[in-house]
């Protein structure tokens, strides 16, 4: 697992404390989004098809710190957008890393190199770095060429700076795993503390929806990948059973509190992902007023081919925490990649209760997918 112990320890304790206090929804990670404005426009991208009044909005300094208080979580993650537009983002960094949270900020690394004297390293800070595979796969998916070549650059003088340097890497149709492979021995070979890695989400404000992977073909995919990996020595930045969970072998449902998003918008219903089902006010007002029951796998078609990290990794760890001897017996084995998969449960959107006529009585017929 490439997460230090440091943060564990802090992160492990933040979750004790939850279940000690009987708390429970409690957030995991506040994925702060201070802007939709990018820099690139990439084929699978969910987050940049607004108008430019929009794209212009910001979330201020002191919007930020509050949320970030209000929140609590012990990880900031924050996305976009390109972050380091915005013009007052090493003032906010700064501001959560003084607040000892952990804050992850997401890059595509083309302004890095310019913007990275705004930025001490410190234990707190992590630039993760958006790379979707090797040179054509990553240059390929954000739509435009040389990026690879760029972020590669910055990844390495962030690291000769003493920073603490991640990859983000989002897999999209056509993935094999020795496509992926190649990019995970390529990654650690670069020197990062860790990968992130997880399938794409099927927004649907994306401009290109037939890149997005199946969730039965996203299970296949890491099969493969994870035995490769028996070999290799490749540092994960996710729990060992959301790994195991990616393989088919957990059947999960999401968390979307575990991961709340703010943004310019407010506090983001139900999550990350999903953008057009309205918003809170508050933090408070998110956890006590969205119909949590609405979403997930088996409740929402539009949440129907997730496995996200966002909505699932809090749910891994949940299940670490009530069954520690399952979570360490994977650790030590790996995620399978034989054997028959956990099956799927049957969405409930997927009952469908019709109006029909036999022998001119009514009769009501309930169909099952």
């Known amino acids: 697992m490439g997460v230090p112990l440091r943060q564990q320890l802090a992160v492990g304790s933040y979750l004790i404390k939850q279940k000690l206090k009987g708390v429970k929804k409690y957030p995991l ?16 991208c969910g987050k940049i098809d607004y108008e430019d009044d929009i794209l212009d909005q910001r979330l201020s300094f002191e919007e930020c710190m509050q949320a970030v208080d209000e929140c609590g979580a012990p990880m900031v993650s924050i996305p976009g957008g390109e972050p380091l537009i915005h013009k007052e983002m090493p003032q906010i960094v700064a501001g959560i890393v003084a ?10 690394a083309l302004l890095l190199k310019k ?29 435009q060429d040389g990026v690879f070549d760029r972020a590669v650059e910055a990844i390495k003088l962030a690291l000769a700076k003493g920073f603490r340097v991640t990859v983000n890497c989002t897999l999209f149709q056509g993935e094999t795993p020795e496509n ?18 997880a399938p794409g989400f099927s927004y649907e404000r994306a401009p290109q929806q037939d890149v997005f992977i199946k969730s ?22 996710h ?36 953008s057009d089902e309205g918003y809170a006010s508050s933090f408070k007002e998110l956890l006590d007023d969205t119909p949590w029951e609405k979403y997930g796998t088996v409740n929402n078609p539009k949440c129907a081919q ?53 022998a001119g009585i009514p009769v009501r017929v309930e169909l099952v997918d």
Request: proline share 5%; with cysteine.
């Open 216 to 237: 039965k073909d996203t299970k296949k995919l890491f099969r493969g990948i994870f035995e490769i990996g028996k070999t290799r020595k490749w540092k994960l930045n």
């Open 180 to 197: 992926v492979a190649e990019f995970l021995d390529f990654a650690m070979e670069l020197g990062i503390e860790g990968a992130t890695i």
């Open 306 to 358: 997730c496995m996200a990290h966002c909505g699932f990794e809090a749910t891994a760890v949940e299940d670490m925490l009530s069954h520690p001897l399952k979570a360490l017996w994977t650790s030590i084995r790996g995620p399978k990649t034989d054997g028959d998969m956990v099956p799927e449960a049957t969405p409930e959107y997927a009952r469908v209760e019709r109006s029909s006529t036999l």
């Open 239 to 274: 729990s060992t059973l959301y790994l195991d969970f990616l393989a088919g072998n957990q059947g999960y449902q999401c968390t979307p509190w575990g991961n709340p998003t703010r943004n310019v918008f407010g506090w983001q219903k139900p999550c990350y992902l999903l």
């Open 29 to 44: 990670v506040l994925m702060l989004e201070p802007l939709f404005r990018c820099n690139l426009a990439c084929e699978g």
């Open 115 to 143: 913007k990275i004297g705004d930025y001490t390293p410190s234990p707190y800070l992590t630039f993760s770095i958006h790379l979707d595979g090797m040179k054509e796969r990553h240059d390929a998916s954000v739509c």
């Open 99 to 108: 607040r000892k949270k952990y804050v992850y900020l997401c890059t595509n």
